[in-house]
């Protein structure tokens, strides 16, 4: 039997030459080429998709919206499990806004199954990101201060293991694997759902700032004015900075912002929160309304003929120092993105040690991308990146799914020692043979 051979596979694939194939096996950061993909329906289909490529040795990549900057939801010459079909949003207690969200929808499709309702779930920035990769990841978005992570609302998941069982993780049944999945990536098994609860969110406040700068020293001025803004913004209130690469006719330097408010609260609470992010600086336009919680999920866009890379830094105090690291890093040659979002609120009153996403005394996470061309080899990625370095050395940590390297380094800061060794224990008992390897890979504890 060659590994093509799907006959005893009852589970809908796709194999090189199949329409539809080349598609499939494109992901947002790139192209893959692997021997099948399998669209399961169920979590028996998943797990017998499983069972397959186990059986035959072959690499595993799960997707879900297959926007990880690492290209780890397809391979070459591997299965990738694309989880399309379980796409499904149902409520499962109104009265707790619980909802059940399948491991393959989208966030797009999320917030308008939610929207009639008037309630939303705190997750990330775009529409077509995937629920699945986005919430093992932690979920940061635009209602992070307010509601926090996506983790910080997840109170169970379906998880089909490496050796076909489906289990149920929560507090009360399998707590280690319940806590690893808050955070740990997709290094434990496939998410078949999560378990959310929703917040009452119809309308949010939402729109952009943009300022103008003159030289390095306003740009910094304006972000250390920022970072005050924010330190003593209410909760409600998430904002991101953002310096665009330094091309003709891109805006000097941009504020991004979110109010999400009570239902029903006056409009003087949001105008009076926003109030500071107008008096930053030179403003060149503002362009903020009062929209569903639905449409601040933007369509990502993947500029053609470019290769994007990112890195990023958890800092805990957004001192001077690194905001004028992060001016620098911005000015070098080659054409670069840097965005700074306040943390702090509601994600930061969850204890370290609660969930895998442990870097909860994040005051910012700091990002930086590089723009090349798509030609562009790793050692042109990693010269390109020789600056950011200098803002790196700040952070005490960095968030999975913005980190566009997947180095033993990179790993390392992504969780303190004594979470990486409890993720490894919850490995070596959900997956000893290390299936589920393509990911910020944790490698299972060494059996005692």
């Given at each position: 039997?060659?590994?093509?051979?799907?006959?005893?596979?009852?589970?809908?694939?796709l194999r090189p030459g199949d329409d539809g194939y080349d598609d499939a096996a494109r992901v947002f950061a790139g192209a893959g080429a692997p021997a099948l993909i399998a669209r399961p329906r169920t979590p028996d289909e998943v797990a017998a998709a499983l069972g397959h490529a186990v059986r035959r040795g072959l690499a595993v990549s799960v997707r879900s919206g297959g926007h990880g900057p690492l290209g780890h939801a397809t391979n070459t010459g591997g299965l990738v499990l694309d989880l399309r079909h379980l796409d499904g949003v149902e409520v499962l207690d109104a009265d707790r806004r619980l909802v059940r969200v399948g491991g393959g929808a989208t966030w797009g499709r999320v917030a308008a199954r939610l929207d009639p309702l008037g309630?939303?779930?705190?997750?990330?920035?775009?529409?077509?990101?995937?629920?699945?990769?986005?919430?093992?990841?932690?979920?940061?978005?635009?209602?992070?201060?307010?509601?926090?992570?996506?983790?910080?609302?997840?109170?169970?998941?379906?998880?089909?293991?490496?050796?076909?069982?489906?289990?149920?993780?929560?507090?009360?049944?399998?707590?280690?694997?319940?806590?690893?999945?808050?955070?740990?990536?997709?290094?434990?098994?496939?998410?078949?759902?999560?378990?959310?609860?929703?917040?009452?969110?119809?309308?949010?406040?939402?729109?952009?700032?943009?300022?103008?700068?003159?030289?390095?020293?306003?740009?910094?001025?304006?972000?250390?004015?920022?970072?005050?803004?924010?330190?003593?913004?209410?909760?409600?209130?998430?904002?991101?900075?953002?310096?665009?690469?330094?091309?003709?006719?891109?805006?000097?330097?941009?504020?991004?912002?979110?109010?999400?408010?009570?239902?029903?609260?006056?409009?003087?609470?949001?105008?009076?929160?926003?109030?500071?992010?107008?008096?930053?600086?030179?403003?060149?336009?503002?362009?903020?309304?009062?929209?569903?919680?639905?449409?601040?999920?933007?369509?990502?866009?993947?500029?053609?003929?470019?290769?994007?890379?990112?890195?990023?830094?958890?800092?805990?105090?957004?001192?001077?120092?690194?905001?004028?690291?992060?001016?620098?890093?911005?000015?070098?040659?080659?054409?670069?993105?840097?965005?700074?979002?306040?943390?702090?609120?509601?994600?930061?009153?969850?204890?370290?040690?609660?969930?895998?996403?442990?870097?909860?005394?994040?005051?910012?996470?700091?990002?930086?991308?590089?723009?090349?061309?798509?030609?562009?080899?790793?050692?042109?990625?990693?010269?390109?990146?020789?600056?950011?370095?200098?803002?790196?050395?700040?952070?005490?940590?960095?968030?999975?799914?913005?980190?566009?390297?997947?180095?033993?380094?990179?790993?390392?800061?992504?969780?303190?020692?004594?979470?990486?060794?409890?993720?490894?224990?919850?490995?070596?008992?959900?997956?000893?043979?290390?299936?589920?390897?393509?990911?910020?890979?944790?490698?299972?504890?060494?059996?005692?």
């Amino acid at each position: 039997m060659t590994l093509h051979d799907t006959t005893e596979l009852a589970v809908e694939t796709l194999r090189p030459g199949d329409d539809g194939y080349d598609d499939a096996a494109r992901v947002f950061a790139g192209a893959g080429a692997p021997a099948l993909i399998a669209r399961p329906r169920t979590p028996d289909e998943v797990a017998a998709a499983l069972g397959h490529a186990v059986r035959r040795g072959l690499a595993v990549s799960v997707r879900s919206g297959g926007h990880g900057p690492l290209g780890h939801a397809t391979n070459t010459g591997g299965l990738v499990l694309d989880l399309r079909h379980l796409d499904g949003v149902e409520v499962l207690d109104a009265d707790r806004r619980l909802v059940r969200v399948g491991g393959g929808a989208t966030w797009g499709r999320v917030a308008a199954r939610l929207d009639p309702l008037g309630w939303g779930i705190t997750s990330g920035d775009t529409s077509e990101v995937g629920v699945g990769g986005l919430t093992l990841g932690g979920g940061m978005g635009w209602m992070v201060r307010r509601h926090g992570l996506t983790v910080d609302n997840l109170v169970g998941a379906r998880v089909v293991t490496a050796d076909g069982r489906l289990l149920s993780a929560s507090e009360h049944e399998h707590p280690e694997l319940f806590w690893a999945l808050r955070g740990g990536g997709g290094n434990f098994g496939v998410v078949v759902d999560f378990d959310l609860v929703a917040q009452e969110v119809a309308t949010v406040h939402h729109g952009t700032v943009t300022y103008q700068v003159a030289d390095d020293t306003e740009t910094t001025d304006l972000l250390r004015r920022w970072r005050d803004a924010m330190r003593s913004a209410p909760d409600e209130l998430s904002s991101t900075i953002a310096l665009p690469p330094r091309m003709p006719g891109a805006p000097p330097a941009i504020v991004l912002l979110c109010y999400a408010g009570q239902p029903g609260a006056p409009v003087e609470a949001a105008d009076a929160a926003i109030e500071p992010l107008l008096e930053l600086g030179a403003v060149a336009e503002a362009a903020i309304r009062e929209v569903r919680y639905a449409e601040v999920l933007e369509p990502a866009q993947q500029p053609p003929g470019l290769r994007l890379s990112a890195r990023n830094a958890l800092v805990p105090e957004l001192g001077d120092e690194v905001l004028a690291e992060i001016v620098r890093a911005h000015a070098a040659p080659t054409p670069n993105a840097v965005a700074i979002r306040s943390l702090g609120g509601a994600f930061g009153r969850v204890p370290a040690d609660a969930t895998a996403f442990a870097h909860r005394d994040a005051e910012a996470m700091v990002v930086g991308m590089v723009m090349l061309p798509g030609t562009a080899s790793d050692a042109d990625v990693e010269e390109a990146h020789t600056p950011w370095r200098a803002v790196a050395a700040h952070g005490t940590g960095t968030y999975i799914n913005f980190q566009g390297s997947a180095a033993a380094a990179d790993l390392a800061s992504a969780y303190p020692p004594a979470t990486y060794a409890r993720l490894a224990e919850v490995k070596r008992r959900y997956d000893p043979d290390n299936v589920f390897a393509l990911n910020h890979n944790v490698p299972p504890a060494p059996a005692r």
